[in-house]
Structures are given as C-alpha cells and as structure tokens.
C-alpha cells in the first residue's frame, strides 16, 4: 500500500512539474540556440553517413527520429552539466530545444537520402553511362555531370516543395482525419519522457 502510495505521489509530482514547464515555454528565439545548432550539425553529419552507407550497401534507410532526439538529449545534457560543474552559467536544457536539435538532425541526413545521393543524382555522369553499357537498352546518352551550383539549386527546390506539400497534408492527415504519426508521436515521447526527473535516469 505504502509502494502504491509512494508512486502516485510520484507521478502527481511530474504532472505539477510538467504544468509548470508549460507556463515557462521559453520564446523560440530561446529555443534556437548556438548549442543546439552545433549538435544538430554534428548529429546530421553522423546520420548522413550512416544513411549514406546503408543506402548504398542495402537501398534500405530506416527511420531516425527516435534515435536523434536520444542523442540530441544525451549531447546537450552532457554539455550542460559539464559547463555548470566548471562554475559557468548556463540556460537550461528544454524539451522544446531538444526537439529543435532533433528535427534538424533529421533534416541533415532527409537531405541526404531524399535528394538522391545514394541513387540517381550521382549516376547522371558520362561514367555511369558508359559503364551501364552504351549500346544496352533504355540507357541513353542524356547525362548531367556532378556540380556544386545545379546540386544545391536542385536540393534547395526539392526541400521547399516538400515543405510546402506538408502544410496542407498535416491539416488532411492529423487534424481533419486525426491520424496518428508514429515516428512523431514515439518521438515527441521519449523527448517528454526524458525531460521529467525520473527521464534523466531512464536516458542513462
């Protein structure tokens, strides 16, 4: 009875504490931070390269989000308690900063594999056309080699369509048809699982 008791005050404490950090929502330029932006930059390189040798290897990419918030929280975490043990103040570590850190991780290595760099945007060269044979069926002889200023024309219209198709398939999907999204909705738990005070432990 005295377990039950103990767990119930318990988990009525996180509920008044996660009241609470709702009220202190800090504004999204507190949100969007130079730490944030660093460990978003070094995560998205690390799962670039991975996604970029699975989609080579396998043609398979799993999904990441899960994952890249469990890192983002682990970097940051780290992060902050290293500089507050060496005396020097810093803002707290928000579930709203983590979910920045890890959308963008995401974004970094989406980019990777949605812009077809393990499939066709590096086969468009003269060499893979040779090489696929030049007299075999259905390869013709309309290639496009590697450059830095069509690729990144070309990845930057790729991303914002995307975009802008997401808007209206979010109100049609979740909101009209309430839908759930399983990779958002694991992903939005772990971040508040981990930013509770028994979630710092669970982390580790």
């Known amino acids: 009875m005295e377990e039950i008791e103990r767990v119930e005050r ?29 460990a978003s930059i070094v995560i998205g390189i690390i799962y670039s390269v991975i996604v970029m040798k699975l989609n080579l290897t396998t043609g398979l990419v ?4 899960v994952s890249a918030a469990l890192l983002a929280f682990v970097f940051l975490r780290t992060w902050t308690k290293v500089l507050s043990k060496a005396g020097i103040a810093t803002n707290p570590f928000t579930r709203q900063e983590n979910t920045i850190v890890q959308t963008c991780a995401v974004a970094c290595y989406s980019i990777a594999v949605g812009g077809g760099f393990g499939s066709y945007l590096l086969g468009l060269n003269r060499r893979t056309y040779e090489q696929a044979g030049v007299d075999t069926e259905g390869n013709t002889a309309s290639t496009k080699e590697p450059g830095f200023g069509w690729m ?32 958002g909705t694991a992903t939005a738990v772990l971040i508040n699982g981990f930013h509770t005070p028994k979630g710092h432990k669970t982390a580790k």
């Open 62 to 65: 799993p999904n990441l989000n």
């Open 152 to 183: 990144t024309g070309f990845l930057f219209v790729s991303c914002f369509v995307g975009l802008l198709a997401l808007v209206p398939l979010r109100k049609i999907m979740i909101i009209d048809y309430k839908l759930s999204y399983p990779s």
């Open 10 to 38: 318990e988990d009525l404490e996180e509920v008044a504490e996660e009241a609470e950090d709702v009220k202190r929502i800090a504004p999204w330029t507190k949100q969007i931070t130079i730490r944030g932006i660093v």
